[in-house]
């Protein structure tokens, strides 16, 4: 009933979205066709919400349905490696019996509860240890799908402030991203010439590692909640919630030494502008020492500033009589209720505000720090392999048990061209 009733559902938004398509490409009203276009991201989402429903439901059906016997055997070539162990490896034994996918096998109802009880007590039973979740009887096994589904849809509709904005891939480790900008010139042809080739201007290539991290869970935080359903959401919220902090945070400081490399770290990066107290709260100064010097081709990027800055800095810009003139002359915008998402806009373009963990304040950085960053949000890509695995071992400070879920994931900037440093300057 549940499945039909969101098929319907999906079938009248894409209806719906469909008749606002119409109506758009017939208007001439560009006010019009602009809020046409915000209902049609809004239907999308609901889209998309609405089919994650359906293939949850179906993944379920299929796991209820499929009745197989699996016998492990040899590792086959085409076995996945999670965390650099094997998981997932069997083959089919007696000719009559049928092979049941890994998927399923993490899908099903009882390795989920399973699951729950491992991390509550870390009893697993000894067919699930041994089973095809598993690599060697002393790894943990790995996460449901379930609770792995509502991780990435977690991450999805609860954007990190930062994480949201830059380019996902899922490349293997090892394999360099070639980095290039495709240069073409103009030239008039007639019946006796043609244009040439244009040729691709490289301007390298990144390799991404297989870096592993860790989120660590206290087992006593797991161990009162008793329903299934409630302890796959609260555990998928954890997981997010650590996986976006942590992806923040990397994508600015991470030092690339066995994680993710940071803008702050990256020595491709040396666009440097310098300003002092003074420069911060001047509009003139905002466009004779940063923009003007800004390349046309990478004036559309966004700022990163710790909201403490702006407030301080941006937001007191005034004139020699003390009236407010930072809105006037610079368009600032600022969003700062939405703790999942803060926001605003400076001279036109994005802010995403910050603690000060993240990049430092200007009146604690000292003279020569970072305390803003201008930068290019799909030119660093996060390359990720959403495996997770569990393990367990026991806080000897804390005594207490901790579940660590472990995933591999890298990040770097591709093309540093339109990454600007904005460092404090003493007065």
């Known amino acids: 009933m549940r499945k039909k009733a969101l098929e319907k559902r999906l079938a009248r938004l894409q209806s719906k979205k469909t008749n606002l398509v119409t109506r758009a490409q017939a208007s001439q009203d560009v006010n019009e066709v602009r809020s046409i276009n915000e209902q049609i991201e809004d239907i999308n989402a609901e889209i998309e919400e609405t089919k994650d429903e359906i293939e949850a439901i179906e993944a379920e059906e299929r796991a209820a349905q499929l009745e197989t016997v699996e016998t492990r055997s040899e590792v086959p070539a085409t076995a996945q490696l999670v965390n650099g162990v094997v998981a997932g490896s069997f083959t089919t034994g007696a000719t009559n019996t049928q092979t049941r996918s890994e998927e399923d096998r993490l899908n099903s109802m009882e390795y989920r509860q399973a699951f729950m009880k491992y991390v509550q007590t870390g009893v697993i039973s000894a067919e699930l240890r041994a089973g095809d979740a598993v690599s060697t009887a002393d790894t943990a096994p790995a996460i449901p799908l379930t609770i792995m589904n509502e991780v990435i849809n977690t991450v999805k509709k609860t954007y990190g402030n930062l994480y949201a904005k830059v380019r996902k891939t899922n490349m293997k480790g090892g394999v360099e991203y070639p980095i290039g900008s495709l240069k073409a010139t103009f030239k008039w042809v007639n019946e006796s010439t043609v244009s040439p080739r244009q040729k691709l201007d490289k301007l390298g290539k990144v390799m991404f590692s297989y870096h592993v991290a860790e989120i660590r869970i206290a087992q006593t935080f797991l161990s009162s909640i008793l329903t299934i359903n409630d302890f796959e959401t609260k555990i998928s919220e954890v997981i997010a919630e650590a996986y976006l902090e942590a992806m923040d945070y990397g994508i600015v400081n991470g030092s690339g030494e066995g994680c993710m490399l940071g803008i702050?770290?990256?020595?491709?990066?040396?666009?440097?502008?310098?300003?002092?107290?003074?420069?911060?709260?001047?509009?003139?100064?905002?466009?004779?020492?940063?923009?003007?010097?800004?390349?046309?081709?990478?004036?559309?990027?966004?700022?990163?500033?710790?909201?403490?800055?702006?407030?301080?800095?941006?937001?007191?810009?005034?004139?020699?009589?003390?009236?407010?003139?930072?809105?006037?002359?610079?368009?600032?915008?600022?969003?700062?209720?939405?703790?999942?998402?803060?926001?605003?806009?400076?001279?036109?373009?994005?802010?995403?505000?910050?603690?000060?963990?993240?990049?430092?304040?200007?009146?604690?950085?000292?003279?020569?720090?970072?305390?803003?960053?201008?930068?290019?949000?799909?030119?660093?890509?996060?390359?990720?392999?959403?495996?997770?695995?569990?393990?367990?071992?026991?806080?000897?400070?804390?005594?207490?048990?901790?579940?660590?879920?472990?995933t591999v994931v890298d990040g770097k900037i591709l093309n540093p061209n339109g990454f600007v440093l904005i460092k404090k300057k003493a007065n």
């Not at 709260?281 to 004779?288: E, I, L, S, V």
């Open 264 to 406: 702050l770290n990256d020595a491709r990066v040396t666009n440097v502008v310098q300003m002092t107290a003074a420069d911060l709260g001047d509009w003139q100064k905002w466009r004779k020492n940063f923009f003007a010097k800004l390349p046309l081709g990478y004036r559309a990027g966004e700022f990163i500033f710790p909201l403490s800055t702006v407030e301080t800095y941006l937001e007191t810009m005034a004139d020699a009589n003390g009236n407010p003139v930072f809105h006037q002359a610079t368009g600032l915008e600022v969003n700062d209720g939405d703790s999942a998402n803060p926001n605003g806009k400076f001279f036109g373009r994005e802010i995403s505000l910050v603690e000060p963990e993240i990049i430092a304040d200007f009146d604690t950085a000292e003279a020569g720090d970072v305390i803003g960053v201008y930068w290019q949000p799909n030119q660093y890509a996060i390359n990720e392999n959403w495996g997770f695995s569990v393990q367990r071992y026991f806080d000897n400070e804390t005594n207490e048990w901790v579940d660590k879920a472990l």
